[in-house]
């Protein structure tokens, strides 16, 4: 069949679909066009990467984004730092870096910007990290052989055809230390990495911040202004039910490029308020559906409860979390709104995200000092009814459902395992029972966790070379 032909298969399905829930049939391929332009944008002026790289690695490869691939047009102007894109010479679509908070994507004209103080552009930290240092300046080789042979086969392609699993970075700390770590070449120990829905877990961190500070709880109605109203049917969602992803509000996440994930980050500069105005579709908690826009209005609570902008967000997130963690090459990337894009786009290193598993290896505690509240970590990892690989509250789990006995569920993990997970195999692996947190992350376009189990692999293979 024609390439052509194909095209118009794969668009016109979903599209007739997409018609009949009320979206545009054309969302695909705007999405396309941002999706390229703000990628390329925050990978090329966050994490120092070339731009053809990120775009043959990152973009070419994606299903159904890769069948337009010779359409598509994009030119980076590193004067004003800025990414356009065009697809079929159409669709255009521009992502601006902005000094601090990333790029975003600019609809019709730029928002109103307000450049951040001196002091956090600078990145001085508040305080000494109270997080014992994990490795020092030089990258990290284990002298054991079955160590390497398993960073080896994690890094490993097929023999013959095009790479499949492009791992760029693992990172492996035992006890507290950086045992061995590798990266993939233009990669280093200081690049920062797209999370994807990594972020999940870093707003899960921060609403427990908030929560050991007695400002927020997850148990009572989320403060939402939207739904004060105590007649309104979405009053009673709590934040224990937008972490947990069954608030039943309509906001179901499919992966498709019609859903409404898709149009939040795409077409809306406020992510939380498109969110919010979704309504209900089942009685609240009766409905598990993974939902990236249920952490968009997530982000929203944490930034009205420390300021409600941009810059109060991230000084909070810096004094709070990451300053103490030692996490110095951190990016939170924001809407037009100044929300954190905290269902999928922060950026850290392969290192500083070890960093951030090690604090859910130890309850919440580093050096010391308590960060998140006294049983966060247990909460926020006990799998919720009916999700999809035991998923609990901002991590996801080898633990089977509540209610049901404990042990491996199809992942293949350790008992006791759980991790942040985000597309395109962004993994930090945190086994309890082992001391470790194992960090893997690329551009593997394969369903989550790798139907391959590679992941799983890579973690016994670590253990087994411990042993």
Same mark, same amino acid.
């Given at each position: 069949?024609?390439?052509?032909?194909?095209?118009?298969?794969?668009?016109?399905?979903?599209?007739?679909?997409?018609?009949?829930?009320?979206?545009?049939?054309?969302?695909?391929?705007?999405?396309?066009?941002?999706?390229?332009?703000?990628?390329?944008?925050?990978?090329?002026?966050?994490?120092?990467?070339?731009?053809?790289?990120?775009?043959?690695?990152?973009?070419?490869?994606?299903?159904?984004?890769?069948?337009?691939?010779?359409?598509?047009?994009?030119?980076?102007?590193?004067?004003?730092?800025?990414?356009?894109?065009?697809?079929?010479?159409?669709?255009?679509?521009?992502?601006?870096?902005?000094?601090?908070?990333?790029?975003?994507?600019?609809?019709?004209?730029?928002?109103?910007?307000?450049?951040?103080?001196?002091?956090?552009?600078?990145?001085?930290?508040?305080?000494?990290?109270?997080?014992?240092?994990?490795?020092?300046?030089?990258?990290?080789?284990?002298?054991?052989?079955?160590?390497?042979?398993?960073?080896?086969?994690?890094?490993?392609?097929?023999?013959?055809?095009?790479?499949?699993?492009?791992?760029?970075?693992?990172?492996?700390?035992?006890?507290?230390?950086?045992?061995?770590?590798?990266?993939?070449?233009?990669?280093?120990?200081?690049?920062?990495?797209? %999370? +994807?829905?990594? *972020?999940?877990?870093?707003?899960? =961190?921060?609403? !427990?911040? $908030?929560?050991? #500070?007695?400002?927020?709880?997850?148990?009572?109605?989320?403060?939402?202004?939207?739904?004060?109203?105590?007649?309104?049917?979405?009053?009673?969602?709590?934040?224990?039910?937008?972490?947990?992803?069954?608030?039943?509000?309509?906001?179901?996440?499919?992966?498709?490029?019609?859903?409404?994930?898709?149009?939040?980050?795409?077409?809306?500069?406020?992510?939380?308020?498109?969110?919010?105005?979704?309504?209900?579709?089942?009685?609240?908690?009766?409905?598990?559906?993974?939902?990236?826009?249920?952490?968009?209005?997530?982000?929203?609570?944490?930034?009205?409860?420390?300021?409600?902008?941009?810059?109060?967000?991230?000084?909070?997130?810096?004094?709070?979390?990451?300053?103490?963690?030692?996490?110095?090459?951190?990016?939170?990337?924001?809407?037009?709104?100044?929300?954190?894009?905290?269902? %999928? +786009?922060?950026? *850290?290193?392969?290192?500083?995200? =070890?960093?951030? !598993?090690? $604090?859910?290896? #130890?309850?919440?505690?580093?050096?010391?000092?308590?960060?998140?509240?006294?049983?966060?970590?247990?909460?926020?990892?006990?799998?919720?009814?009916?999700?999809?690989?035991?998923?609990?509250?901002?991590?996801?789990?080898?633990?089977?459902?509540?209610?049901?006995?404990?042990?491996?569920?199809?992942?293949?993990?350790?008992?006791?395992?759980?991790?942040?997970?985000?597309?395109?195999?962004?993994?930090?692996?945190?086994?309890?029972?082992?001391?470790?947190?194992?960090?893997?992350?690329?551009?593997?376009?394969?369903?989550?966790?790798?139907?391959?189990?590679?992941?799983?692999?890579?973690?016994?293979?670590?253990?087994?070379?411990?042993?």
């Amino acid at each position: 069949m024609h390439r052509s032909a194909l095209i118009q298969l794969a668009v016109a399905v979903p599209a007739i679909a997409c018609l009949l829930g009320g979206c545009s049939p054309l969302q695909p391929v705007l999405a396309a066009s941002s999706y390229t332009s703000h990628t390329i944008c925050s990978e090329t002026f966050i994490s120092g990467l070339t731009p053809a790289q990120v775009y043959a690695e990152t973009i070419a490869t994606t299903p159904v984004y890769g069948l337009i691939d010779w359409l598509v047009r994009y030119h980076v102007d590193p004067i004003k730092r800025e990414v356009s894109t065009t697809v079929a010479g159409g669709f255009f679509s521009r992502a601006v870096y902005r000094d601090g908070l990333g790029c975003i994507l600019v609809h019709q004209t730029a928002p109103p910007e307000a450049p951040l103080p001196e002091d956090l552009l600078a990145g001085a930290p508040s305080a000494p990290p109270s997080l014992p240092d994990i490795a020092g300046s030089a990258k990290v080789t284990s002298a054991k052989a079955a160590l390497e042979a398993a960073i080896d086969r994690a890094f490993a392609e097929p023999p013959h055809g095009p790479p499949q699993r492009l791992t760029k970075s693992v990172v492996v700390v035992h006890d507290g230390r950086v045992i061995t770590e590798r990266y993939a070449p233009g990669y280093d120990i200081d690049t920062p990495q797209l %999370s +994807f829905s990594m *972020a999940k877990t870093v707003i899960n =961190a921060l609403i !427990g911040i $908030l929560v050991r #500070d007695g400002r927020l709880a997850v148990d009572q109605p989320a403060p939402v202004p939207a739904w004060r109203d105590p007649h309104d049917p979405r009053h009673g969602i709590t934040i224990d039910n937008l972490l947990r992803h069954n608030s039943g509000l309509a906001l179901e996440e499919t992966g498709s490029p019609f859903d409404v994930t898709t149009r939040m980050l795409t077409f809306e500069n406020d992510t939380a308020a498109y969110a919010e105005a979704a309504p209900l579709i089942a009685p609240i908690g009766s409905r598990w559906h993974y939902s990236s826009p249920g952490y968009a209005i997530l982000s929203r609570i944490v930034r009205d409860a420390v300021g409600g902008n941009a810059e109060a967000a991230l000084r909070f997130a810096r004094r709070e979390l990451f300053d103490p963690l030692g996490m110095r090459s951190v990016t939170l990337e924001f809407d037009a709104a100044g929300t954190p894009l905290g269902s %999928s +786009f922060f950026y *850290a290193s392969a290192r500083d995200w =070890a960093r951030l !598993g090690m $604090l859910y290896l #130890d309850d919440g505690v580093v050096g010391g000092r308590r960060i998140l509240p006294e049983g966060w970590v247990r909460y926020s990892s006990r799998s919720t009814p009916g999700a999809f690989y035991g998923y609990a509250a901002g991590v996801w789990t080898s633990l089977a459902p509540t209610g049901a006995a404990e042990g491996p569920v199809g992942t293949g993990l350790p008992p006791g395992t759980f991790f942040a997970n985000g597309r395109l195999g962004q993994f930090i692996l945190v086994v309890p029972s082992e001391r470790l947190v194992v960090v893997r992350l690329g551009v593997t376009q394969a369903p989550d966790l790798g139907d391959d189990g590679s992941i799983p692999r890579l973690v016994a293979d670590v253990i087994a070379a411990l042993h």
